[in-house]
């Protein structure tokens, strides 16, 4: 099994700055892409941005330059920078990864995409 965990969520004022972490961990024998998605009360859930497994982010057109994706790999770990931030930037913010689970012998087993439970990130005054 594998889990996710989010953290570093909290209340932050327009113009601020926040970084959220996400680690995997279980029986992982590589993971392959990873990513953010928000979800704002009313709202669908909506992708951030991902990064390859060689390190190269993209991010979607609504928060341009201001978001920025990275990953440790020593530590099964991704973040997310996030400046400049704006209320319209309040929502729950979840990772996801693609994971490729470790059998009992060692070698790979399935690929398959887990998500984490979310962490709140609101931008108020």
């Known amino acids: 099994q594998v889990q996710l965990v989010e953290s570093g969520g909290g209340l932050v004022e327009p113009g601020g700055s926040i970084r959220l972490s996400c680690a995997a961990s279980?029986?992982?024998?590589?993971?392959?892409?990873m990513g953010w998605s928000r979800q704002a009360p009313g709202k669908q859930r909506e992708v951030v941005g991902m990064i390859t497994r060689s390190g190269s982010p993209n991010y979607a057109d609504s928060v341009g330059a201001r978001f920025r994706i990275s990953r440790d790999d020593a530590h099964n770990t991704v973040y997310l920078e996030m400046t400049a931030l704006t209320p319209a930037d309040t929502a729950m913010y979840y990772c996801?990864?693609?994971?490729?689970?470790?059998?009992?012998?060692?070698?790979?087993?399935?690929?398959?995409?887990?998500w984490g439970q979310g962490t709140q990130v609101t931008v108020s005054p």
């Open positions: 996801n990864a693609e994971v490729t689970s470790i059998r009992p012998m060692g070698d790979p087993g399935p690929t398959n995409e887990y």
């Open positions: 279980g029986n992982i024998f590589s993971i392959n892409s």
